[in-house]
């Protein structure tokens, strides 16, 4: 009996404590999802939001889908340029910036272009003559050029940045050092490496792109008669049969030449030391 009391109590006590609860919390009422037809974006993901005040329900959220893009702003050799993608459902955009591509003939002209040959060395093997060295360095903003061969010849040439012309030259053991106004003819000769190399800079037409050994190739002339009216290889020391330009990431490493004159031997010079040529001035008592 005792027991039958004590449930039945318990059964008492717990519909008293759901009706209790019932009161307090009414039922909220109930909220339809209705959503925006324009889309909701961030940088990664699009969606429709639901309307509803504090309702932060998202549907059809998914990632953009980029279109290929296309160029909105052109590289140039200056600046990069931009490339504008668009979601082909929310019409979101992102950008990408787009490296200008040199062509090959702005490759040519910059590899050749001399006040980009600094702190090198331009090395002539010649074959009757030896080897010509001609290094080129900065000393506190002014170009300097060390002209020196296998049999003695030796200058250090200062061209400044305020137009003085400085020349450091051997005079038996012995250093002199003589400052101009104007450039003697050894300034001229050595302003560029063209003092050991032919300049064949403007000539980019006449050179064909050699995949296999990397080189630009001219392939000019076949007889002495031919080279006659051949004047775009042909400067005031030499004809040029034929000649080979190597180019490497853009800058001049090797230039191969053979000459109708001085026997028809082939001169190979090389463009070394990129950035590493160190030059020091000699001292002058
Ligand atoms: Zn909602
Ligand atoms: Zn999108």
């Excluded at 919390?25 to 889309?39: C, D, K, L």
């Excluded at 630009?216 to 042909?234: K, R």
């Amino acid at each position: 009996m005792k027991k039958l009391l004590a449930l039945s109590l318990a059964f008492s006590a717990c519909f008293a404590l759901a009706a209790c609860e019932d009161e307090e919390t009414p039922t909220p009422p109930v909220h339809e999802h209705s959503y925006a037809s324009e889309w909701s974006k961030d940088a990664d993901n699009h969606w429709h939001a639901c309307t509803g005040t504090d309702c932060t329900e998202a549907s059809d959220k998914a990632a953009h889908t980029w279109n290929d893009g296309e160029i909105t702003t052109q590289p140039s050799a200056s600046a990069d340029g931009v490339k504008t993608f668009t979601c082909t459902v929310c019409t979101q955009t992102k950008t990408e910036s787009v490296v200008y591509v040199p062509t090959p003939s702005e490759i040519w002209q910059n590899a050749f272009d001399n006040s980009k040959i600094t702190n090198c060395t331009v090395r002539l093997e010649d074959p009757s003559n030896g080897t010509i060295l001609y290094k080129v360095a900065t000393i506190d903003g002014d170009r300097v050029v060390h002209l020196s061969n296998s049999s003695g010849m030796n200058y250090y040439l200062v061209y400044t940045a305020d137009g003085k012309y400085v020349a450091y030259m051997k005079s038996g053991e012995d250093w002199t050092k003589q400052e101009f106004d104007q450039p003697i003819s050894v300034f001229e000769m050595c302003s560029s490496y063209a003092a050991v190399c032919p300049n064949f800079g403007a000539y980019f037409t006449e050179f064909e792109y050699d995949e296999a050994t990397g080189s630009y190739i001219f392939n000019g002339v076949e007889d002495v008669d031919e080279l006659q009216t051949n004047d775009i290889m042909t400067t005031s020391t030499a004809k040029y049969y034929n000649a080979a330009v190597k180019i490497v990431d853009g800058k001049l490493v090797q230039v191969t030449s053979s000459m109708s004159g001085q026997n028809g031997k082939t001169d190979v010079v090389y463009f070394e030391n990129y950035g590493m040529t160190v030059i020091e001035l000699p001292t002058v008592d």
